[in-house]
Nanobody, 120 residues
Framework: VQLQASGGGLVQAGGSLNLSCTAS????????MGWYRQVPGEQRELVAT???????DYKHYVKGRFTISRDNAKSTVYLQMNNLGPDDTAGYYC???????????????WGQGTLVTVSS
């Protein structure tokens, strides 16, 4: 599966962005999807996941501010980000994986990343 992420940009603190990741080449609905982010020099960290059945899960540092959703008809997963802060500045990457119970297992399929910059 190929993934194409978009929607990043420069926003002021307190603002919002909506990221998109569109898949092609395989059956999108058979994948769980995850959004990760990475700051240069640091490890990539998980932000949010949505299962094949659309159950969502969030890391504590974005819970209540970010919303992950999917549209299987459009083969697209979204990440609505509200109340952004400078600590949210990072490259954001989508991944097509699998869930087993409450756990998300990332695959080797990654989008190219989209940069989010939040100014204070």
């Amino acid at each position: 599966v190929q993934l194409q992420a978009s929607g990043g940009g420069l926003v002021q603190a307190g603002g919002s962005l909506n990221l998109s990741c569109t898949a092609s080449g395989d059956t999108f609905s058979s994948y769980a999807m995850g959004w990760y982010r990475q700051v240069p020099g640091e490890q990539r960290e998980l932000v949010a996941t949505i299962s094949e059945g659309s159950r969502t899960d969030y890391k504590h540092y974005v819970k209540g501010r970010f919303t992950i959703s999917r549209d299987n008809a459009k083969s697209t997963v979204y990440l609505q980000m509200n109340n952004l802060g400078p600590d949210d500045t990072a490259g954001y990457y989508c991944n097509a994986g699998k869930t087993r119970g409450i756990y998300y297992y990332p695959s080797r399929f990654w989008g190219q990343g989209t940069l989010v910059t939040v100014s204070s």
